[in-house]
């Protein structure tokens, strides 16, 4: 996500490297690259005209500190123009009413039911009862789809699987949350391949009807600039509350998040990546820009972090690495937790530094399976003392694992490594050479590939 964008910004940062000052000439210089980045990554040409238009006329207007350089100066300038540009602030939605109805909008293939299961998860962890309604009554299977979804994080399902009017389903549904106890309603519409009438007009009749105290429109951000222009075509007939970002874990150019802000004056609510129920942010702008800008997003991180590892958990597993004794249970239980944090390449991303010094290096989620295998090839006791595993064990793991001794070498070497990073760690304060560890053993080109 927003690799280009961040490579091609760095580039226009270093025009001003070893300038001792700030001209007309090389701010200029820079802006032109700032520009081009921007328009390079797909955001709207009008809106990069006028961010560096600001970032010029605020960069003039500043004096450079002699603790700081141009360069330095500049980056924070841009950082604070791209927070306003994509809204300043978080943006809360609105969970109001007895109950409150959400309701979602959005083009066929923009991941709005993958989103509907994810903020059910979402507002579930809340503690709110939460209830699917599956008004999408033309696309085959998406009743079942929504089914399947409710069913991993927990929450029930209307439908009406022989009624094809969405507007007496979503009003039936509603009535039906009133009557058992449910506070949340989320309403999964249809959607089409292209904007036309009939939509538009369907969509507008179930809004009248439920009056959501939060309506969204959910954009497939890889779409680009035709998410921008959707979304606009979709705010001047529902007047909708706020955005969602989908499948930002692509390669996308980023350029749809920085644009449709400013372009329909609405603000991003969430941003989804991956598949995962888990995979869904509030969307921060000032954290974006962070990682646009390649310095990380340590507290987004920490936060999903809290979000999956209970607190007893981690205690016991802080005493065992302080007294040498984390051993592959212990492993294979952190990988289950982080795997349910989302995309890797995505969570190594944030930490500051080594997101861009990984840019180029392919992470594989799959990458976990052979690790997985090995691991659940050894015995209870070889599990719990690693120092057992000595060649004859280490072919039978290979073998019974469907690896070969190579990849199996290269775990053991890599867990040891990890262990001895693991002592030198202060839990979350050197964190940075852990996750780094851990990268290289979920999915970095190398021996376990």
């Known amino acids: 996500m927003f690799d280009n964008l961040s490579t091609k910004l760095d580039k226009a940062f270093k025009t001003l490297k070893g300038q001792g000052s ?3 000439i090389n701010v200029a210089a820079t802006v032109k690259e700032i520009r081009r980045a921007l328009v390079d990554a797909d955001v709207n040409y009008k809106v990069a005209k006028e961010v560096t238009d600001k970032i010029k006329e605020e960069a003039m207007g500043r004096d450079v500190l002699v603790a700081v350089s141009p360069g330095q100066l500049m980056t924070k300038i841009v950082y604070d123009e791209l927070t306003q540009l994509m809204g300043g602030e978080k943006q809360d939605i609105q969970v109001k009413g007895d109950p409150a109805v959400i309701l979602l909008s959005g083009l066929q293939g923009s991941g709005k039911t993958t989103f509907a299961g994810k903020l059910a998860a979402h507002l579930k962890k809340q503690g709110r009862q939460v209830l699917l309604v599956a008004c999408d009554v033309y696309r085959p299977a998406a009743i079942d789809q929504l089914k399947v979804l409710a069913e991993q994080v927990g929450v029930d399902v209307y439908s009406e699987p022989e009624n094809k009017n969405p507007v007496d389903i979503s009003r039936n549904a509603v009535e039906f949350a009133r009557k058992n106890n449910k ?12 904007v036309d009438e009939q939509m538009m007009a369907e969509i507008e009749q179930v809004k009248r009807a439920v009056n959501p105290s939060e309506t969204l429109f959910v954009v497939d951000s890889m779409t680009g600039q035709d998410a921008v222009n959707t979304a606009k075509t979709f705010n001047d007939r529902l007047n909708f509350d706020g955005v969602v970002l989908t499948k930002l874990d692509g390669d996308s150019r980023g350029g749809a998040a920085l644009s449709i802000r400013a372009v329909v004056e609405k603000p991003i609510k969430f941003i989804s990546t991956g598949e995962k129920m888990e995979a869904l942010d509030l969307f921060y702008p000032d954290r974006m820009a962070q990682r646009i800008l390649g310095m990380g997003d340590v507290i987004s991180l920490v936060e999903r972090a809290q979000q999956q590892f209970d607190e007893e ?8 690495i302080r007294k040498n004794q984390f051993n592959f249970d212990d492993f294979l239980s952190q990988l289950e937790q982080i795997k349910k944090m989302g995309n890797i390449k995505d969570l190594v991303g944030m930490i500051p530094g ?3 010094a990984m840019k180029d290096v392919e992470i594989d989620d799959d990458a976990f399976k052979p690790i997985e295998a090995i691991i659940k090839s050894m015995t209870p006791k070889e599990r719990a003392q690693p120092e057992l595993l000595n060649g004859s064990r280490r072919k039978r793991l290979a073998q019974g694992s469907g690896t070969d001794i190579q990849q199996v070498n290269a775990l053991m070497k890599q867990f040891e490594d990890m262990r001895k990073v693991m002592r030198t760690m202060n839990k979350m304060s050197s964190t940075k050479g852990g996750m780094a560890q851990m990268a290289k053993m ?3 080109k190398g021996p376990l590939r």
């Open 183 to 194: 506070k949340v309603v989320i309403i999964d519409t249809a959607g089409r391949l292209a």
């Open 354 to 356: 080594v997101g861009k």
């Open 22 to 24: 700030i001209t007309e």
């Open 442 to 444: 979920m999915g970095m």
């Open 313 to 320: 958990e981690a205690k016991r597993i802080n005493q065992k």
